[in-house]
């Protein structure tokens, strides 16, 4: 019964969703409208699917598992923290897919700084290591 009303609910976002996107790429004419929205989409498809593996799966195994005659002796410790993570990852996924928050929230907490530096970092050994492989094929 779970189950049947679970998939029926998630059939019913995908069709929305698809009714939605449809309606959205034949009336939208702004291209920063439609970047916006599919960021906005794609977050909200996330989150919509987080539930899934952060609360629904932990504890339906916990239950299930026992019923099965199935003893699992840690599930007991996994299970809490598990579900204990759904308000953690739902906004993080919000602010991780729209792009003004994501650039705004590593700037605030300083990651800005050490992904550049990281990303020049690998750029110059990249660049290094392909001058000394091209010159060691020209000798």
Same mark, same amino acid.
């Given at each position: 019964m779970v189950c049947s009303s679970m998939i029926s609910t998630y059939a019913i976002i995908i069709y929305c969703s698809y009714i939605i996107n449809t309606y959205?790429?034949?009336?939208?004419?702004?291209?920063?409208?439609?970047?916006?929205?599919?960021?906005?989409?794609?977050?909200?498809?996330?989150?919509? #699917?987080? +539930? =899934?593996?952060?609360?629904?799966?932990?504890?339906?195994?916990?239950?299930?598992l026992p019923v099965f005659g199935i003893t699992v002796p840690f599930i007991s410790i996994i299970v809490p923290p598990a579900c204990a993570t759904h308000p953690l #990852?739902? +906004? =993080?996924?919000?602010?991780?897919?729209?792009t003004e928050y994501r650039h705004t929230f590593f700037g605030l907490t300083g990651f800005s700084r050490l992904t550049r530096l990281w990303t020049s970092h690998s750029i110059e050994s990249t660049t290094s290591h392909f001058n000394r492989s091209s010159v060691a094929s020209l000798t």
């Open positions: 959205l790429k034949k009336r939208m004419k702004s291209a920063q409208s439609m970047r916006i929205h599919k960021q906005l989409f794609r977050s909200l498809i996330y989150q919509s #699917f987080v +539930p =899934l593996f952060t609360a629904y799966y932990p504890a339906g195994t916990a239950v299930l #990852f739902d +906004p =993080l996924l919000l602010i991780l897919t729209i």
